[in-house]
T-cell receptor
Framework: KNEVEQSPQNLTAQEGEFITINCSYS?????LHWLQQHPGGGIVSLFM???GKKKHGRLIATINIQEKHSSLHITASHPRDSAVYIC????????????FGKGTLLTVNP | NAGVTQTPKFQVLKTGQSMTLQCAQD?????MYWYRQDPGMGLRLIYY???????DKGEVPNGYNVSRLNKREFSLRLESAAPSQTSVYFC?????????????FGPGTRLTVL
């Protein structure tokens, strides 16, 4: 079982819809990152969370440490939001270990 | 600022050939990383450099070597390429090796080993 599970794997929405992407992890963590990868490959860091909630524009990220779960929400989705969204967690221990989920492919249709 | 740059963007190798992937950052970051991304799998860390002069293995280091040439540059070398190394390779950098720090990614190198 992967340490980081994302759902859904694929998501298609109509422009304007509210989007939720979920990330569950099985290890204790210090921080969780949400990344965006556009077609063509470029990867951009969206959020780093260790607790609570963060908002940037139409994007909102939440984390529940006790439930080992994070969500990324996109309000008023737009075709330019079409991308792969990746969750990554830092698991505990002395060695550097940033573990990535497989990503959620979001397609927003006009 | 260019951010993180990688060369080449694409490369095709034959099994057994060697090559070096180059990465440079102009953000004065201390820490740099090499990842590979394979279809159906998440990004996986190959090697990282916490600071100039240090390198450490990540999750999948076998078949690779790295050099932190200076603070700006971090190269990844495949000494004898194998088809299993066909992947997209990303270089990244961050201010420090604090995983709460944002990582900035390069555009990637798409490598095919025949």
């Amino acid at each position: 079982k992967n340490e980081v599970e994302q759902s859904p794997q694929n998501l298609t929405a109509q422009e304007g819809e509210f989007i939720t992407i979920n990330c569950s992890y099985s290890v204790g963590i210090s921080a969780l990152h949400w990344l965006q990868q556009h077609p063509g490959g470029g990867i951009v860091s969206l959020f780093m969370l260790s607790s609570g909630k963060k908002k940037h524009g139409r994007l909102i990220a939440t984390i529940n440490i006790q439930e080992k779960h994070s969500s990324l929400h996109i309000t008023a989705s737009h075709p330019r939001d079409s991308a792969v969204y990746i969750c990554a967690v830092l698991s505990g221990g002395s060695n550097y270990k940033l573990t990535f989920g497989k990503g959620t492919l979001l397609t927003v249709n006009p | 600022n260019a951010g993180v740059t990688q060369t080449p963007k694409f490369q095709v190798l034959k099994t057994g050939q060697s090559m070096t992937l180059q990465c440079a950052q102009d953000m004065n970051h201390n820490s740099m990383y090499w990842y590979r991304q394979d279809p159906g799998m998440g990004l996986r860390l190959i090697y990282y450099s916490a600071s100039e002069g240090t390198t450490d293995k990540g999750e999948v280091p076998n078949g690779y070597n790295v050099s932190r040439l200076n603070k700006r540059e971090f190269s990844l070398r495949l000494e004898s390429a194998a088809p299993s190394q066909t992947s997209v390779y990303f270089c990244a950098s961050s201010d420090y090796l604090r995983l709460t720090d944002t990582q900035y990614f390069g555009p990637g190198t798409r490598l095919t080993v025949l």
